[in-house]
């Protein structure tokens, strides 16, 4: 497939599901289940993923601080690293590959075994009832994953810190939110909803549309952990950029 005809059945694929979202049903008992199963099952790798970044951060950046003579500000600088750019840049790969793998695999295996054809003939809207309700959980759950994404990072930092200076918990969080404003905590934490609607677009748009039988099972979820992952990155410098334009704070 050529890249321009790509971007346009997927630009159409994002719009219908845009459409369909306002369209009755609004299948809201699907919906709550798919935000259950990409929240509370990514959510374990999020933590421990985020624990691992923040205590392997403060090592890496404790020794330069402390040259500079400026190891109190090693709170500050992770939880600005962790809010503005780690904690959703991470959290939206990490949700590309458990969740993103799921929906093109899932939807796949569906339509190779004619279960999509199933669904239709029963005079159901299969695209409503298996991808909106899939696009929307992603979009819904990053967020809120990604702020467990910045608090575990956040705790292991001072986990770290804790064994290597003995600082308090009340002096670390203090020193992390010092410099931490909502214009700084906001935008990038909303920016994952973009990365969620492509993760669920993407992988929704491999699973369901695939052609192959049973061997397109394991391409689709190859091409939706790639491609998503790949657009994650384009848009996050896109939304960065926008960020400091319409957030100036931002820009530190």
Avoid at 101 to 127: C, H, K, P, W, Y
Wanted: aromatic share 12%; with cysteine; net charge negative.
């Amino acid at each position: 497939m050529k890249p321009i005809e790509f971007i346009g059945e997927v630009s159409q694929f994002a719009f219908r599901v845009i459409i369909d979202l306002f369209r009755t049903p609004f299948e809201g008992a699907q919906m709550l289940r798919q935000i259950a199963e990409a929240g509370l099952g990514s959510l374990p790798l999020i933590i421990a993923s985020g624990f691992a970044l923040g205590t392997v951060m403060t090592l890496h950046t404790r020794s330069t601080l402390v040259t500079f003579g400026a190891a109190s500000m090693i709170p500050t600088v992770q939880a600005l690293a962790f809010f503005l750019e780690i904690g959703p840049l991470v959290a939206g790969l990490l949700l590309a590959g458990r969740v993103g793998s799921g929906i093109g695999a899932v939807l796949a295996n569906m339509r190779a075994t004619e279960q999509i054809d199933g669904i239709e003939s029963l005079s159901i809207d299969s695209f409503k009832f298996l991808v909106v309700p899939r696009v929307v959980a992603c979009v819904i759950t990053l967020p809120i994953l990604t702020l467990f994404m910045d608090c575990s990072g956040l705790l292991g930092g001072f986990c770290s810190e804790f064994f290597s200076s003995g600082i308090s918990f009340n002096l670390y969080i203090t020193r992390a939110f010092s410099e931490l404003e909502w214009s700084n905590f906001i935008p990038p934490t909303l920016k994952t909803s973009v990365f969620g609607f492509i993760i669920g677009v993407i992988s929704a748009y491999f699973g369901y549309t695939t052609n192959e039988g049973a061997r397109g099972v394991g391409k689709a979820a190859t091409n939706s952990v790639v491609v998503s992952s790949l657009l994650i990155i384009l848009a996050d410098v896109i939304l960065i950029k926008f960020i400091f334009f319409a957030f100036p704070d931002n820009a530190l």
